[in-house]
């Protein structure tokens, strides 16, 4: 029985390690794909007759993407394997946008686009103002009134 308690134990740590493994070699490919995405920024700035700046738009908000998903990884490493909500949501957001501007030959749907991003902007907003640590008491208790609602009136009284 004790072997088997130990062999349960190691599996969350082997998956772990797997996990970060391929974390990082996920961000190895993204640095090759960022640096791509570089040349190919730089030939379209140095390359004449080159007026598309729809495409030019694009590029720079794929590089941008690549940017968020590297420091995303990076800080899941530094949060203790945690990937923090706010950077799935810039990744949202950028990716919207982008899409906004290749795609905006529908009016439709660049109006969905849109109040997609508007939907991520106020969840980023609660987000933010929403405390990290929920308070030990509900909003709707006053302080004071605890064993009253739970009908502990008079229980610590005289003790």
Not at 29 to 35: E, K
């Given at each position: 029985m004790v072997k088997f308690t130990a062999m349960?134990?190691?599996?969350?740590?082997?998956?772990?390690?797997?996990?970060?493994l391929c974390l990082v070699l996920l961000a190895?490919?993204?640095?090759?794909?960022?640096?791509?995405?570089?040349?190919i920024f730089i030939q379209m700035l140095v390359t004449v007759g080159t007026s598309d700046y729809k495409m030019f738009l694009a590029n720079i908000l794929i590089f941008f993407l690549y940017f968020e998903f590297i420091t995303m990884i990076v800080k899941y490493f530094k949060e203790d394997y945690h990937f923090p909500l706010r950077y799935f949501l810039y990744v949202g957001i950028t990716a919207m946008i982008r899409l906004i501007i290749v795609e905006h030959d529908h009016p439709i749907d660049t109006l969905l686009y849109s109040l997609v991003i508007l939907i991520l902007i106020v969840?980023?907003?609660?987000?933010?103002?929403?405390?990290?640590?929920?308070?030990?008491?509900?909003?709707?208790i006053k302080k004071g009134e605890e064993g009253r609602v739970f009908g502990l009136e008079g229980k610590n009284e005289g003790t």
């Open positions: 349960l134990s190691i599996i969350p740590k082997a998956l772990q390690v797997f996990l970060n190895f490919i993204l640095a090759f794909l960022l640096m791509k995405e570089l040349t969840g980023y907003f609660i987000m933010n103002i929403t405390p990290l640590e929920r308070p030990n008491n509900p909003w709707f």
